[in-house]
């Protein structure tokens, strides 16, 4: 039976991609969305500043924007790509009200009875909602920090080696900052060496989804905001405990597959991780949209030994408004619906 979904936070970047997504979805219909400063105003014209509009339908474009408010909700899940510093508040509210909430937001990603989720490496981890119980009648379901889900993506594979630690450093798209996110004037031709709170997220972020939180992977990152438009770049180093074949590592990662793949689930990608042999790839331009369902899989390339003898170096692209954000958090969703959870 299809469940009706809310956007709160429509308008925002990641807002505008779960419309794409939601919009002729098999699951889910769009029922309300939710804004600050485009409450009263339908989305046709809310989205009026250059997005392409012409390929949501025209109920979804009539709808009008509802204050980000419990008693203006009513549907059967709610996706939440609120700025942070509101999400924390108001989440807990849509909890205590019932709601069924997934999260892009960081507020609540480390709660230890809130699931922080990607499908294909830790669906185990939905059994935490049990727990929420004791907190409020409803529940949060957390996506992972844009850049963590690529890394612990392609870390997943290679944890059947063991993951001892990673030296890893970001090249992250201005559309990770939001709208209007970095200056202009700041990020073109250059590149930024910091971006607040976002090395530690990648950290305890990728520890919590591996299940390594009592043996935790040691990690050094760097993140970087450089000028690309959309899809996040890591450059990665990996210690590993075993001994390894570099075939056997590609192999690892190309055959990843989880749960989503299983159930065949409308937002899985066929392949969750694309290996390119090509020293050149992968780029963001070229494979932020690659695969079956686009912006769903992680692209890896540069496959190659590092100088430890049991380490591997590789460069990942992921697209952090679809896999990092919205598509995330939908494929999630797809799963709580085939679980039972909604
Ligand atoms: N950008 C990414 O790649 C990415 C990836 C993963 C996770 N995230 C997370 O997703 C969340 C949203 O990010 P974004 O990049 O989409 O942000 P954004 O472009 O700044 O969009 C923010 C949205 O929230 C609404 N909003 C702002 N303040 C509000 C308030 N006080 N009450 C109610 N609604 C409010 C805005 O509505 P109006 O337009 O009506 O003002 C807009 O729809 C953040 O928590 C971010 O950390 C982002």
Redesign the pocket.
Known sequence: MTKSVCV?????????EYLRLLSHHPFFKIKCV??????GKKLIE?LSDGYEVQDLPKEVLELE?Q??DVKKVDADLVF????????LK?EEEFAKAGFKVI????PHRMDSDVPLIIPEVNPEQLSLIESQKKRWSGFIVA?P??TA?GIAMTLKPLESFGVKSVVATTMQ?V???????VPSLDIIDNIIPFIQNEEEKVATETNKILGRMSDPIKFSVTTTRVPVL?G?TASLYVELEKPFEIEEIVRSLENFRGRPQELNLPTAPKRPIIVHKEVTRPQPRLDRDEGSVPGMSVCVGRVRRGAHPNSVQYVEVSN??VR??AG?AVLTAELLVEEGFV
């Open positions: 709160l936070g429509a308008t925002g970047t990641v807002g505008r939710t804004g600050r400063t485009s409450v809310a924007v204050p980000t939440s790509p609120l700025p942070n510093e509101i999400a108001t999260t892009d937001a960081s996506t920090n844009c889900v798209a559309s990770g900052a939001g709208y209007p996110g959309n996040h952090n408004t990092g954000g995330g």
